[in-house]
């Protein structure tokens, strides 16, 4: 059974980043299963710190996008918005060039607070970055 609560596809995903962050550091939606979202985001020009690695705030934007989004699938949007009020990260491998690939999934989807897990895989599947977030749910005024 799916947790989600509006049915975007992820061309309506691809539509809603045109001209946000997202798009500029090229992440992809890949897949919406029925309780995870899988992206990638390209190693490049855009997402590399200075000393040729991803950048960790690259990583970190990844995992805020696939949190967002998430929360937002997983909620009536016609009752109820959603906004961050905490995101962490461990750094755990660098990566140099190609993809990365990221799936986010529900830890807790309660009433007025969500906590969701992001992993961060290299293109060998091995964990790059974890990270978790927290969205408070609130009414929409």
Same mark, same amino acid.
């Given at each position: 059974?799916?947790?989600?609560?509006? +049915?975007?596809?992820?061309?309506?995903?691809?539509?809603? %980043?045109?001209?946000?962050?997202?798009?500029?550091?090229?992440?992809?939606?890949?897949?919406?299963?029925? *309780?995870?979202?899988?992206?990638?985001?390209?190693?490049?020009?855009?997402?590399?710190?200075?000393?040729?690695? !991803?950048?960790?705030?690259? %990583?970190?934007?990844?995992?805020?996008? !696939?949190?967002?989004?998430?929360?937002?699938?997983?909620?009536? *949007?016609?009752?109820?918005?959603?906004?961050?009020?905490?995101? +962490?990260? +461990?750094?755990?491998?660098?990566?140099?060039?190609?993809?990365?690939?990221?799936?986010?999934?529900?830890? *807790?989807?309660?009433?007025?607070?969500?906590?969701?897990?992001?992993?961060?895989?290299?293109?060998? +599947?091995?964990?790059?970055?974890? %990270?978790?977030?927290? !969205?408070?749910?609130?009414?929409?005024?």
């Amino acid at each position: 059974m799916s947790i989600w609560k509006c +049915n975007d596809t992820i061309e309506d995903l691809k539509e809603k %980043s045109k001209n946000t962050l997202v798009e500029n550091i090229g992440i992809e939606y890949l897949e919406i299963s029925e *309780n995870y979202i899988k992206a990638r985001m390209p190693v490049d020009e855009r997402t590399r710190q200075p000393y040729g690695i !991803l950048h960790g705030g690259a %990583s970190l934007a990844f995992a805020e996008t !696939l949190g967002s989004v998430a929360a937002r699938l997983s909620i009536d *949007n016609e009752q109820k918005r959603c906004v961050g009020i905490e995101i +962490n990260a +461990n750094h755990l491998r660098s990566v140099h060039e190609g993809f990365v690939y990221g799936t986010v999934k529900p830890i *807790n989807i309660g009433r007025t607070l969500h906590v969701w897990e992001i992993t961060i895989n290299d293109e060998e +599947n091995r964990l790059v970055c974890i %990270s978790r977030m927290t !969205l408070s749910i609130l009414d929409k005024k």
